[in-house]
């Protein structure tokens, strides 16, 4: 069957399966009427744990494989991206363009050099596991991209109240979590508690070199120049998590201090923890009422 979908064509995803076959549901989808794999990406994904979709360069995508509860392990769809090469099968990637709409972004293959490798990333049920990340290469180079990506990681403030929803939520045609939720209150209470010591907070949106995505920090407390990552749970799964963020976003935000943001007491250790990398911790001992706990001797560099 011959392939007739333009690169860059948007189009309903029912109408991919329609002409070509495969499960309209999930984010691998080998087509039974014909020698097609398609394979789906968006932000969405970010629910169950599929944090490593992005480009490298202009030819190379990087494909977190299927499955959203414990180790992801070569069966079904992993093993016939896997093994497409030998099977004669054609990788399609498609990415999300609206909530029923897909756009097609080329032909890939399974890399020859480090076809996969494994990553870590939380599941649905927000614990720890193992992910398969695929490395893709455009089969036609001579194609146009979408979007090119900053080859330079880019850095702009942003207010508080229109970034809500880009922040907190992982697709923003999709309702928060409750996770979420609790979280962008956490945000909004201690921000407000900021305001009232006239302390003007912010946020950052950040253009990684390489992602289709922009990141948002939670929040930024300009007065101590205290980059904040919030968390809507204390417990150390989401301590842990905070500081890698906190390691990741500050490479390009320019601050002189680092906090995680907390709903409660996380305990001695969790803020012996924090303090020990050099990270303040902030909790909430009553509505609208925070304590700090700062690090005897600061070992955040300034910037």
Known sequence: MTWGIAVNEVLARRAVHDE????????IASCAKSDNILIFTSDSGKNYGYNYDQWEGDAV????????????????????????????????????????KVRYLGEFRLSNEAPYRFEEAPDNLDDLR??????????????PMAQTSPEVPT???????KNITETFSSNPTQQPTEMERREAALVERYAKSLAAENISTNRNKISFP????????????????????????????HVRLAIGQLCDYSRYVPHRARAVLLPTDPGPDLVQLLNSVGIV?????ETNVFVRREPAVSTTPAP
Not at 20 to 27: H, K, N
Not at 86 to 99: D, K, M, P, S, T
Not at 281 to 285: G, S
């Open 210 to 237: 390489y992602s289709k995505r922009a990141y948002y920090t939670d929040l930024f407390d300009v007065s101590r120049a205290e980059l904040i990552e919030a968390k809507g749970s204390a417990s150390r799964n």
């Open 155 to 161: 850095v702009i403030d942003v207010p508080i109240e």
């Open 281 to 285: 911790c902030i909790f909430e001992i």
């Open 20 to 27: 070509y076959g495969g499960s309209r549901q999930g984010g």
């Open 130 to 143: 193992k992910v398969v990340v695929f490395r893709l290469v455009r089969v036609d180079t001579s194609q």
């Open 61 to 100: 995508f990087y494909y977190t494989g299927e499955g959203q509860k414990g180790d992801q392990v070569f069966v079904r769809g992993n093993m016939a991206l896997r093994d497409h090469v030998q099977r004669g099968q054609h990788v399609r990637l498609f990415e999300e363009a609206a909530r029923t």
